[in-house]
């Protein structure tokens, strides 16, 4: 049977994080002005990821963004990945000058941070559905939000299947929480390919197959994507010959974002701002459009 799911929110009501932060004591600022926070942890998930949890209390959706770094080095906008009262975890790849300083930041250190940005997952309105959470590489992050907002919420959805691919044994970031959501939840994990003289036992291929091997329907049913371009495209392909229908669908695109606030332009998707209108979209909303500008 195919299920038609309930609309998308207003994206006014969806992006007031966009518009203003707060800070203790209420008082408000810009969402352009970045604010000095504390490094609480430092976590090395793979050779070149890595977690900063920051001593940050910031209400936020699962999906949005911050914009993170250090005055005069920079700053690049990053997922959280976490849903907490007590912290924001930023999962951060080493690619290039802004992430390599963090990469360098300790416990007791300070970063700049502003946001957060953007519309993420509208979970309130899944109530009641069965969610399908599908990522790739460091796509995982920002879903990560969304399970934990989901296990805060438990009596609010059925069943949580989850699909995450790596590269290889060596890129699995996670691996606690995996080992956590395995026991709870309907867990698969495949790896691209092993390198020689790798132990692992796991399965070996891509994600995109074992969900095409799945026996996932369409009923009552949401899926949120997060991952490289091409995986996301074939994904939704493999969803849409299951039955799903575009607005069961929603999906996080990736720009380069730079204010945060669709002023900018860098990160325009057919009139659509990345960083204010997402970065999550439901499906039918950039259909087609994922690689234009």
Not at 54 to 74: A, S
Not at 92 to 112: E, F, H, M, P, W
Not at 226 to 253: H, R, Y
Request: aromatic share 10%.
């Amino acid at each position: 049977m195919r299920q038609m799911h309930k609309g998308m929110p207003r994206q006014d009501k969806l992006a007031q994080n966009s518009e203003r932060l707060e800070e203790g004591g209420g008082m408000m600022h810009s969402a352009l002005v970045p604010k000095l926070v504390r490094v609480k942890d430092f976590k090395r998930e793979t050779s070149d990821l890595f977690t900063l949890t920051l001593d940050w209390q910031t209400e936020h959706q699962p999906g949005q963004f911050v914009q993170v770094g250090f005055p005069g080095i920079g700053e690049s906008p990053i997922s959280i990945a976490s849903y907490s009262d007590e912290h924001v975890k930023l999962s951060i790849r080493q690619v290039g000058t802004v992430t390599n300083y963090l990469a360098t930041k300790r416990k007791g250190d300070l970063v700049s941070v502003r946001g957060p940005y953007g519309r993420g997952y509208p979970m309130q309105y899944f109530k009641g559905d069965s969610l399908i959470f599908i990522g790739g590489g460091c796509g995982v992050a920002p879903l990560r939000g969304a399970i934990e907002f989901a296990e805060r919420h438990r009596d609010w959805y059925n069943e949580l299947h989850m699909f995450f691919g790596f590269r290889s044994p060596n890129d699995i970031i996670f691996q606690e929480a995996l080992k956590r959501w395995e026991k709870a939840h309907n867990l698969n994990v495949s790896v691209d390919k092993v390198p020689s003289n790798t132990c692992y036992d796991g399965n070996v291929g891509f994600i995109t197959e074992l969900v095409r091997e799945s026996q996932l329907d369409n009923e009552k049913k949401v899926v949120m994507i997060c991952g490289p371009p091409i995986m996301m495209e074939k994904i939704i392909e493999i969803l849409k010959e299951k039955g799903f229908n575009d607005d069961q669908i929603f999906v996080s695109a990736e720009r380069l974002m730079y204010c945060g606030v669709g002023k900018c332009g860098h990160c325009m998707i057919h009139g659509k701002y990345t960083c204010r209108d997402g970065p999550v979209f439901r499906w039918d909303e950039i259909r087609g459009q994922m690689n234009d500008s």
